[in-house]
């Protein structure tokens, strides 16, 4: 019996667990990858880290943490969890470990040893790896027949399955180009955008908080009058805008477009308005005499309290015991309800992942399966599936490879 001829277009986390699933499966698995070495956006995951999955082990809640189309992933989620994910890295002798917010990450802290497990794992299946690129298909109008490679070298096949990426950090081979073949035969884009990635303000004081790491501070994201968006926890003020895992997480809700988005950021969110007054009244009381703008050191950090005592409307040089009490409620209000206008997204190359892809509309969701060519698959981030920071992007990639070397 002849064994099928599967390509496999890209050897990131996606490919490499199509093909090693495919090979296992018996078919001769040929991985076609265009960079010197697979694996190169994984290596700079988790700042280098690999935050290769979340410890999110209910469906309902994984779906959750996805942004666009959610449902789509039920098959390939229920097919893959992310405790199958830690289970297969551990069996290829990478010990794994649980931080903050369920983040997994090798023990080590090693992108490239989660890299070389899945390369080991996908060639140990039998799947080989060529460095080369595809620039074209050879399509009969139904079918692939062959993938016609740079050089003009054609390599025939049964099947063919892209798993090239999105379109961010072209450095790392992620330049678009499975949204190129994929047209080529048929399939629609859904528009590509940043997603991931910092977020431009426009407020004059941000220069001068460059740098400022807050902890513990909360967010609420809206689009003119509606709230789309609200987190707790981390963040950085840039010498642009903002970034940081809970702003990455804020900038999948921010598109391009017609749209009057702003953050409202609450320092404070441990304390209601009535509790917080209270603190302030007790720093004051502390610092009487003292002139306004030296009275908070205890409450904000030192780069933020020029800017709130700007936004306040009080005189730095007001003595303490001079502020009015509809002055320090206002100085609630601004510690509370801090207004950050937003002018956009950094540019695609700087996000994390790729919004946008092929319209899943045309992918069978329990198969991976094209609805238009009968011989093509797809998995990861080249699909119109995109989700939060936090190890649930590369969990998307395992599940949907999974499913598509299973289906191929």
Not at 15 to 29: C, M, V, Y
Not at 58 to 86: G, H
Not at 139 to 168: K, M, P, Q, Y
Not at 295 to 304: E, H, M, Q, T
């Amino acid at each position: 019996m002849n064994k099928k001829k599967v390509v496999i277009i890209g050897a990131g986390a996606a490919g490499l667990i199509a093909a090693a699933r495919s090979a296992k499966r018996g078919n001769d698995t040929l991985v076609i990858e265009k960079m010197s070495r697979p694996g190169r956006k994984i290596m700079i995951t988790g700042k280098g880290r690999c935050n290769v999955t979340n410890a999110c082990f209910d469906i309902e809640d994984l779906i959750s943490n996805v942004v666009r189309n959610p449902r789509f992933m039920y098959s390939a989620f229920s097919a893959f969890m992310p405790y199958d994910t830690i289970a297969l890295i551990e069996e290829m002798g990478v010990p794994t470990k649980i931080e903050r917010g369920n983040r997994v990450f090798p023990v080590s802290d090693r992108a490239v040893d989660i890299v070389d497990a899945l390369v080991d794992n996908a060639k140990l299946s039998g799947a080989r790896i060529i460095n080369a690129t595809v620039d074209a298909f050879r399509f009969d109008g139904s079918r692939i027949n062959a993938v016609v490679l740079s050089d003009g070298e054609e390599i025939s096949c049964d099947s063919v399955a892209i798993c090239t990426g999105g379109a961010c950090y072209p450095a790392t081979g992620s330049t678009g180009d499975g949204y190129r073949l994929a047209k080529s035969v048929g399939h629609t884009i859904v528009d590509i955008e940043p997603s991931l990635v910092p977020i431009v303000l426009s407020n004059n004081y941000i220069p001068k908080l460059q740098g400022l790491s807050l902890k513990n501070v909360a967010i609420r994201v809206y689009d003119g009058d509606n709230q789309i968006f609200n987190d707790f926890g981390e963040m950085l003020f840039t010498h642009f805008g903002v970034s940081g895992p809970m702003i990455l997480s804020a900038s999948s809700h921010i598109h391009n477009g017609d749209h009057n988005y702003r953050i409202l950021l609450d320092l404070k969110p441990a304390l209601d308005k009535k509790t917080l007054d209270k603190r302030i009244q007790r720093d004051f009381a502390e610092n009487n005499n003292k002139d306004f703008i030296n009275s908070l050191s205890k409450l904000l950090p030192g780069k933020l309290v020029p800017v709130i005592v700007s936004l306040s409307g009080i005189l730095p040089g007001t003595k303490v015991n001079m502020i009015t009490k509809e002055q320090r409620l206002h100085l609630v209000d601004v510690i509370k309800c801090m207004e950050l206008n937003v002018v956009g997204l950094r540019p695609i190359e700087e996000a994390i992942i790729t919004s946008g892809g092929i319209n899943v509309k045309e992918i069978n969701p329990k198969t991976m399966q094209s609805k238009i060519v009968d011989n093509l698959y797809f998995a990861g981030e080249v699909i119109d599936v995109d989700a939060y920071t936090g190890g649930f992007n590369l969990q998307v990639a395992f599940s949907t490879g999974y499913l598509c070397g299973n289906n191929i």
